[in-house]
Structures are given as structure tokens and as C-alpha cells.
């Protein structure tokens, strides 16, 4: 019986070829897209790695007359005062590489026996703390990093993972910036600081004792949620000791959001557009089947006369259309297997194979639903009134 | 070997009821070869489908091939059309996307148990038969009409059924072809005992046969 849908369907090949057609086309786009979407859910579902409930960012700047010791003094006294707040739990700075700001500093270098490449973020003693960083491996800053040899920083798993494999890392040290030597002295879980879709993995959170620049920020972390009026007290607590009121407090969280409904509208829309694809396909192939089931009524009646059974009618036509779906979806596949063997765009090749696996589901799904009835409704066909109708 | 007991057969549309058959009693014995004949829509193929079990009666009894089918369900009539009955039609009923050798191959193909090979040889002894073999890997539209209604008497004897019922299988033929295929059924019936049961509008074709049958209106008038 397979032998003879085989050559059946090789005999229609002109006529099949539309529908494989269809199908090839259908499984690249939905392989296309649940590649995208499957790597996206995929950074998205890995743990972010810090706090953002109820932790804000001011973006500060002390103006240039002020010399570098009162620079240090102010930041001294911001954190004072900040810290004098009951509602606050804890105060920390950085440069201005602040999560979901799009800021990156990004340091690379040759001569630690591979290019050791990473972003970096500077933070004070206090920052991992107000970030709730996860410690995995090793201790965190403290104070008497900053009497060091080594400039002491904290890595993420991911940074790990890429260059240390199963090698100790904390404690040693390595070249980066300027030939300056870095010590590592743990080890985080993450530092999504792009946001929840973020692919990038590798990042530093680099020990500075003293941040002199002029331009800085503040991370507060809460004690919990407070009032509009808190966020003016804070305002003029900063604004006193700096001198100048012409800053903005994000909040993190609300800044979070922002930043993943940039990707989630793009996959909504693309999740409707298949949707849209994958309902055109099922009408199409509802009609093309159900077209060709009443074309064929005398072939029907013919097979029912020489001895076809209602079930060995229905499971033909099911079976041609799904040997010509297998057929699309193959040379789908071959052309999908590419990306992994090519390696042409830097994903793990296990996004390719979700999307192989969910695209060649939706497809099956599809056609058999779509079969389902025609074939049934062709093994309903009255074997008399078909072969009269020649 | 067909025994028909009072058949009626009523076919009920929405505006009028037909009664295509009348109370037909009828008997063909194994071996014979017997026609049907009677004005156009007096129920011919009526009958020969409720022979076929390819149509119910609505009343009567029927044994064919000492079988009484009446209790049969769809399943079981497949398996017995499949295995006891060819057929062959007016309008050849060949499937025009497959080739002569699979289309005569098609009823072995909802038997079970008959492998590839012994399918392959079983059609072709039976295009041999009809003269056909040099045509096999053709396809119906290459072949005339006298030609296609061979390949359709190889598909009804290829697996050596007990009974040949064959509705008008000239009456799409001019007379030098509906003479080549008569001269097969007939050689089928005197060679191979199979009894056929034919239907046709020609007087001469139908006096060629042991017995001829008269229908009127659904009823047997001889
Ligand atoms: N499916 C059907 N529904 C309603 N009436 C039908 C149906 N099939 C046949 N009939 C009627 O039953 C009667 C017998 O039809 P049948 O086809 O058996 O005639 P026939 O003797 O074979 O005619 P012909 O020589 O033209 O082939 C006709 O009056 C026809 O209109
Ligand atoms: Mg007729």
C-alpha cells in the first residue's frame, strides 16, 4: 500500500508539487521564526541577576568648578544622607553603565593565553549588596580590596563558563585594561544589565573604591515600596549636597519593563503573523484536499467496488497528503540543518533544534487536522452513486 | 451460484419516490453467462449493483456464491466484492494516474497477503490474457476505448473472482472493438467457468450469451 501511494503521488507529481511547495515554504518561515523566538524565550527564562523591585537609579553629575576632594566629600555625604532614611536600605555607585540604559564598557586582552574579552561595570563597596548580586563562588568586594595589589573584580557564570571552564578561578589573576592585572574574587550567577532578553553573558563587575568622576550614579535600594513624596525627599537630599537639581530617578523595575516590551511586541507580532500563516495554510489545504477528495468520487467509487474498505479509503488520502508533507518538511530540514552545520549566525544550535522540532509539529498538526475530514468524508462516498456519475 | 429473492429497490428523493425494482427473483447458475437487457432506466445497473453489493435492496434476500450476505456489514462486503466479484463498467473506471500494470494490480492490493512480486505476476498473466501485456507500463490516456476496456477486464479477472458482472461493457465501443471484448467475456465464461453476468443494449451481443433477461420498468418480463 505505501508503494502504491508512492508511485500514485510520483504520477501526480505536477499536481503535489504546489502542495510541497506550500509546505517547504511554510516550515521555513516557522522554523525562521521559532528560531527567533525560541532563543529569545530562552535568554529570557535564565535568571537576571540582580534586584530590581523597589531599587532606583539617580544619574548624577557634580558640576566641573568642584575640585576632586570635594567631589569625594560629596559622594561621601549623598550616601550619608540617603542612608539617614529610614525607607532606605542601602545606597551604591557606579559609572554610568546602569542596568538597561544601554551603556557598555567593554574591555578585551591577548595576553592571558586567549583574548579575554568582557563588559565591565565599575561599582563601589556597596553596590553588589544594593544590587542583591547571587555569589556563587568566592566572597564579594570589601573594604580591604581597595589596599590590594590587584584591582578586584567579580565575574558572571556565563564569563566563567566561556573562558575558565572547570579551571579555579578565584583568586587568580589576569591582565586586562591597559595591562593592568585583574583579580577575580567570585563568582555571580548573572548580570543580565541589558534585560531580561539579553544574550550577553559576560560581565565584570570591577571594584572602585573611588569613584572620581564627575558623572556617576546612585543606586538605591528601598525597603520597600513608598510614596511619589519619598522620591522628592530624596530629590532634595541629593540636590542639597550636590548643589544642582537637574537629575533624573529611574526605577528600575519600571525600567526593566520598558526594555522587555521592546521584544515582546516584536514576538507578539510575529506570533500573530504565523498565526495568520499557519490559519491560511490550514484553509488552503482544506480546500485543495477537499476539491481533489470530490474530483476523485469515480476513482473512490471504483476502489470501493474492487474491495477498498471505508477505512483503508480514508487512510489513503491522509497518507498522500503526509508523505507529501514529509517530503516539504524534508528538504525544510536539510535547508534549516545549515544554520547549525554553517554555524552561519553565533546561537547555540539547541534553538535550531526546538524550532525544527515545533515547526514540524505545527505543521503535522495542521495537515492532519485538515485531512482529517475530507478523508473521512471521501470514505463516506457511496460507491454506486460515484461510479454513476461518469 | 446467484440467487435473488423477491428484491425491491426504492430510491425516495424529495419530490418523488422511484421503485427501481419490482420483486425480482432470479437465479444465475455457476458457469453461466447471462445478460440483462431493457429500455433505459428500467433499473439495469440497479440490479447488477445490488448483485455487486455495492447497493443495498430495499427488501429481499440475496446468496451469492452460497454465501447470504444480508447480515454483511461495509467490511465484510469489501472483503467479499474483493474477493468473489469483478467488475467492469460502461465508462472503464480506469485511474488515470496509474499505469496500466497498477491499475490492473489494484484489487490484489486490498487483499491481504499477496506479496509484491506474486501481484506483478498476476497482472501480468492477466493483461496476457486480454492481450494487453506489450501496454503495461502505459497510462489510460494513451490507450483506445476498446484497449482500456481490456485493461478493465484484466482488473475484474486478476483475482480470479467467482462472478464477472459487467455493466453495458460495449456500450462505449464501436462494434469491431465491442466484438473484440465479447469474444474475451465469452472466452473467460467457456475457459475459466467464471459466470458472468452482463448488461447491454445489443440484441447481438446479448443472443451470444446462454440466457437473456428482460427488465420493464423493474420488474422481470422475461
Ligand atoms: N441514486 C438514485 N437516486 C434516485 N433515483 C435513482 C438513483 N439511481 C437510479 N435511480 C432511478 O432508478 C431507476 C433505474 O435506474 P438504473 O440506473 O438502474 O437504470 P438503467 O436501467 O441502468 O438505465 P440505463 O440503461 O440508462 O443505464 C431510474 O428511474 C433512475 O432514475
Ligand atoms: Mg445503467
Redesign the pocket.
Known sequence: MIKHILTLIWNKKRSNFLLFLEIFLAFIVLFSVLTLVTYNLRNYSTPIGFDTEDVWVAYLEIDESVDSLTNIDMKRRIKQELNAFPEINGVGYSNSCVPFNDSNNAFGHRENGFRLFSFVIEADVDYPEVMDVNVVEGRTFNESDAYAKHTAVLITQGLRDQYFGDREVVDSIYLMDNDEPWKIVGVIDAYKYHGDFSDENRVMLKYEPQLESRFFSALIELNGAVGPEFEEKVNKAIAGVINRSDFVIKHLKTERELTSREYWVPIIALFSICGFLILNIALGLFGVLWYNINKRRPEVGLRRAIGATKYSISSQFILEILFVTFIGLLVGLFFAAQLPILKLVDIENINYYYAMGGAMGIIITVVLICSFYPSQQAARIHP??AL?ED | MISLQNIN?V???KTIE?L?LNEINLEVSEGEFLSIM????????????IIGLIDEPSSGNITIANQTVNGYNSKDMAHFRNEKLGFIF?SFHLINDLSVIDNVELPLLYRKSVSASERRRLAEEALLKVGLKNRMSHFPAQLSGGQKQRVAIARAIVGKPNIILA??PTGNLDSAMGNEIMNILLQLNQEEKTTIVM?T?DESMARKTNRLVR?FD?AQVS
Open positions: 454506486a452513486l454513476h | 429497490k430510491y425516495r428523493t422511484t427501481a431493457g429500455p433505459s432506466g428500467c433499473g439495469k445497473s440497479t440490479l447488477l449493483n460502461q455493466d453495458e448488461v443494449h427488465l423493474g
